[in-house]
C-alpha cells in the first residue's frame, strides 16, 4: 500500500543544490517571480475563456485535455476512453480515481512537478495522491469548482497573465477574441495566432476541401492558386485586425522550397486535384513555408515553426479520438539545409521574426543557436513539448548561450492545452533560468548585477521582443 504523505511544494525546488549557488538562484529568482505571465504561444481555446462556464469536474480541469497526462497513463494500461479524451463520453469520478491509483507514474516527470503544483496552489492539496483519498480529493476539488473564482475569467486573473495567445484555424470567425477584447473583466490579453497547417498539409484527409472551402470565403471570387493564395492573405489581415501576432507552423520538416508563380500553381493543381505523389505533397507543403515567410515579410506576423513531430502515429488512436490525444511522436530534424532557400531570400529581411522549435535536441548547438547567431530574422524557440521539462531547459540553455548569448532567445512557451497548468510551467523556467544564471555567477563569469537583468530579460523582454508584443 502507498503512504500518503505530506507533499507541499519546497520554496527551493529546481534551484541549484549547491548551498552558495542556491542562495544566488533564490535572489535572481525573486527578480522575476512578481512579473506578469508572458504566453506567445499555446493552445487553450478562446471560447472557454469567453464562455466562462464552469469546469464541470477535477477530471475536465486536470486530466482529459492534458495529453501529457493521458499520453503516460494509457502507456500503463488506462484507456484512454475512461480519460474522456477527444470528448468521448466517461464517468469523470471514474477516470479521477484511474489517475490516483496511477499517481506513481508521474514520479520524476514535469507533469508530475506541474501537477503537484496545481493541486497546491488552486486547492491546497499536499498530500499525494492515491486510491484511498481519490473520492476525498475529488469531492474537495468539485466543492471548490463551484465557486465563481473558479471560472474560466477569474482563474485567468487569478494567474496573473498579461498576454495569453491561442491556436486558431484560418477560418475561425474570431467571435470570441473579439468578445474577450469587449470584456470589461477582462485585462489579459487574449490574441489569436494563424494556424495554416490544415490549408497546407497536402497528406491529411480532407485537404481538398478545405482549400476549396477556403477560396470561397475569402478568396476574393479568385479560382485555384491564385485564389488560394489571396484567402491567405485576407485571413492573415483577418487575424492581424483581431490582434494576432505570429502564424504558426506545426509543418513536419522544416524544409523550404523556393518555386515561381507558373510552378507554384502547377503543384497546387496536383494536390488539389488528389492524385499527387508524397513527394509532390512533401513539395507543396516546402513551398508554402516558404510563402508563408514572403507573406510575413509583409504584413509582419512573426513566424513561428515547430518541426519534427510525426503525427497520429497510432491510425487506431487517431480513428477513434481525433488528432492531439497524446501519440505524436518525435523524429529527428534538418534545419541547416531545409531552411536554406526561406533564408537565403529573407533571412536579413528587416520585417521577419523567425522563431525556430525543435524536439530533436541534438539541433540545439548543432543548427539552430549557429543560425540565429548570424540571422537577425531567426530566434531560439524554448525548448518545447516533451522537452519543456527541468532537466532539457537546462541543457538547452547550456547548448545555446555560449553560441548566441541571451538575446537570440524567443522566451518561455507553454503550449498547453492545459488550461490550469500555464502558472506551473511558466514557475518552472523561471527558476530553470535562475539556477543557471546562478551558476554564472558563482564560477565568476557573469556579475550578479548583470545577472538580475538578464533573468529579466529572458522572462519578460525575450517573448516581447520575439513576438513584437
Excluded at 475563456?49 to 464552469?54: A, G, L, Q, R
Excluded at 506541474?114 to 496552489?121: G, N
Excluded at 540571422?375 to 522537452?387: I, K, R, T
Aim: aromatic residues 8%; hydrophobic residues 40%; glycine residues 6%.
Amino acid at each position: 500500500m502507498r503512504v500518503t504523505r505530506p507533499e507541499a511544494p519546497h520554496p527551493d525546488r529546481l534551484l541549484a543544490a549547491d548551498p552558495a549557488t542556491r542562495e544566488i538562484a533564490r535572489e535572481l529568482l525573486a527578480c522575476v517571480e512578481g512579473l506578469p505571465i508572458v504566453s506567445p504561444h499555446g493552445h487553450v481555446n478562446a471560447s472557454m475563456i469567453f464562455d466562462d462556464e464552469p469546469f464541470t469536474s477535477a477530471t475536465e480541469l486536470l486530466i482529459s485535455h492534458d495529453h501529457y497526462v493521458t499520453r503516460l497513463l494509457h502507456a500503463n494500461g488506462t484507456s484512454l476512453e475512461n480519460l474522456g479524451v477527444g470528448a468521448t463520453p466517461s464517468d469523470p469520478r471514474e477516470a479521477w480515481r484511474e489517475f490516483c491509483e496511477s499517481w506513481h507514474v508521474f514520479d520524476g516527470t514535469a507533469s508530475g512537478t506541474w501537477l503537484r503544483l496545481e493541486l497546491h496552489r488552486l486547492f491546497g492539496i499536499d498530500e499525494e495522491p492515491s486510491a484511498h483519498n481519490s473520492t476525498r480529493l475529488y469531492d474537495l476539488i468539485a466543492g471548490r469548482l463551484a465557486h465563481d473564482d473558479f471560472r474560466p475569467r477569474r482563474l485567468l486573473a487569478s494567474f496573473d497573465i498579461e498576454v495569453l495567445a491561442t491556436t486558431d484555424d484560418p477560418l475561425d470567425d474570431l467571435r470570441a477574441h473579439r468578445g474577450l477584447r469587449d470584456a470589461a473583466d477582462v485585462s489579459c490579453r487574449v490574441i489569436p495566432t494563424f494556424r495554416p497547417d490544415a490549408y497546407i498539409d497536402a497528406h491529411a484527409e480532407g485537404f481538398a476541401s478545405r482549400i476549396e472551402r477556403l477560396i470561397d470565403e475569402a478568396g476574393e471570387g479568385r479560382v485555384g492558386y491564385d485564389g488560394y493564395l489571396a484567402a491567405m492573405r485576407n485571413r492573415r489581415d483577418a487575424f492581424i485586425a483581431a490582434g494576432a501576432v505570429s502564424a504558426d507552423h506545426g509543418v513536419r520538416t522544416a524544409r523550404s522550397l523556393r518555386l515561381d508563380a507558373r510552378d507554384g500553381a502547377a503543384l497546387f493543381e496536383k494536390v488539389r486535384r488528389g492524385g499527387a505523389s508524397t513527394p509532390d505533397r512533401d513539395a507543396f507543403e516546402a513551398h508554402m513555408l516558404y510563402e508563408m515567410a514572403r507573406m510575413s515579410v509583409e504584413d509582419g506576423l512573426v513566424m513561428s515553426v515547430h518541426p519534427g513531430s510525426l503525427r497520429n502515429h497510432h491510425p487506431g488512436t487517431f480513428a477513434r479520438f481525433g488528432p492531439d490525444t497524446g501519440h505524436d511522436i518525435p523524429f529527428a530534424v534538418d534545419f541547416t539545409t531545409a531552411l536554406r532557400p526561406l533564408l537565403s531570400d529573407f533571412g536579413t529581411e528587416p520585417g521577419l521574426h523567425l522563431v525556430l522549435f525543435t524536439l530533436d535536441e541534438s539541433t540545439f548547438s548543432r543548427e539552430l543557436a549557429p543560425l540565429a547567431g548570424f540571422y537577425p530574422s531567426v530566434y531560439l524557440g524554448s525548448p518545447w513539448w516533451f522537452l519543456d521539462a527541468p532537466d532539457a531547459l537546462m541543457r538547452f540553455r547550456n547548448y545555446v548561450t555560449e553560441t548566441t548569448g541571451f538575446s537570440r532567445y524567443g522566451g518561455f512557451v507553454d503550449d498547453t492545452r492545459a488550461f490550469c497548468s500555464i502558472p506551473a510551467r511558466h514557475d518552472v523556467a523561471r527558476r530553470v533560468e535562475a539556477s543557471y544564471l546562478a551558476r554564472l555567477v558563482a564560477e565568476h563569469r557573469l556579475s550578479l548585477a548583470r545577472a538580475r537583468e538578464v533573468i529579466v530579460d529572458v522572462i519578460d523582454q525575450a517573448p516581447r521582443r520575439a513576438f513584437k508584443l
